[in-house]
Structures are given as structure tokens and as C-alpha cells.
């Protein structure tokens, strides 16, 4: 089953092509790497559940957690998905974590 609110797949594929969590914005987040740390039991899930997976942000909405960065750079425009999917044409065009998902 695919869970879909705005235009980009919140699957399996677009994790892991996600550049998330290599992101400034959350790399010292607490609730971040503990999520992080438990990563690879949450992408055994089927569906796929947005507070256990900290990235795709571009399909899933914005972040459970609430201890990120908004103050670094968000790294999107390096991501194949941010490609993929022209999300430089949409709205959010980045900080996905913050804004909610592409459209
Ligand atoms: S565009 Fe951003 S939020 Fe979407 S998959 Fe890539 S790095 Fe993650
Ligand atoms: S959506 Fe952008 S700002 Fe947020 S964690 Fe991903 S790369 Fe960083």
C-alpha cells in the first residue's frame, strides 16, 4: 500500500534515494537519531509509518519530530527524488520537514 499526499511516493524507493537524514537541518536532533537508530525495523513496516521514518518529508508531511534546525541548509535540491519529481516547480520547494509536502 502506498501512502500519498502530495505528488512524491512516500515508499521504500524514495527513502531510500532520500538525502535526509545526511541534512544539517536535522542531524543533531535527539528525536532524529533515535528514530534513525531504529530505522531499519521501521522500513520492515508495511505501511510505511511517518513518525518512524525521518526523511521523505516531500511525501509524508512534515516532521513528527520537533527538535530539528531550521537554521541550516536544507539539502533537497541535491536529491534525485527533488529531480525526479520537479519539485523546484512546486510549493514547498524545500524544507519539506517544516512546510509539508510537495504539491
Ligand atoms: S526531496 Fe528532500 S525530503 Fe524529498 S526525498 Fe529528497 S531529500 Fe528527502
Ligand atoms: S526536507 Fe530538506 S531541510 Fe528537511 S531534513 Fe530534508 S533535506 Fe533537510
New binding site residues.
Given amino acids: 500500500m502506498v501512502q500519498e499526499i502530495g505528488k512524491?511516493p512516500f515508499t521504500l524507493d524514495?527513502v531510500f534515494?532520500?538525502?535526509?537524514l545526511e541534512?544539517p537541518v536535522q542531524s543533531m536532533s535527539p528525536c532524529v537519531i533515535e528514530a534513525k537508530e531504529k530505522l531499519n525495523e521501521a522500513l520492515k513496516e508495511a505501511p510505511l509509518k511517518r513518525e518512524e521514518v525521518p526523511?521523505?518529508?516531500?511525501?509524508a508531511g512534515a516532521a513528527t519530530c520537533g527538535d530539528l534546525n531550521p537554521d541550516q541548509h536544507c539539502?533537497?535540491a541535491g536529491?534525485i527524488?527533488?529531480s525526479q519529481y520537479e519539485?523546484d516547480k512546486g510549493t514547498p520547494a524545500g524544507y519539506?520537514?517544516q512546510r509539508g509536502p510537495a504539491k
Fill in positions: 512524491v524514495s534515494k532520500c538525502q535526509c541534512c526523511g521523505v518529508y516531500c511525501a539539502i533537497c536529491c527524488v527533488f519539485l519539506f520537514c
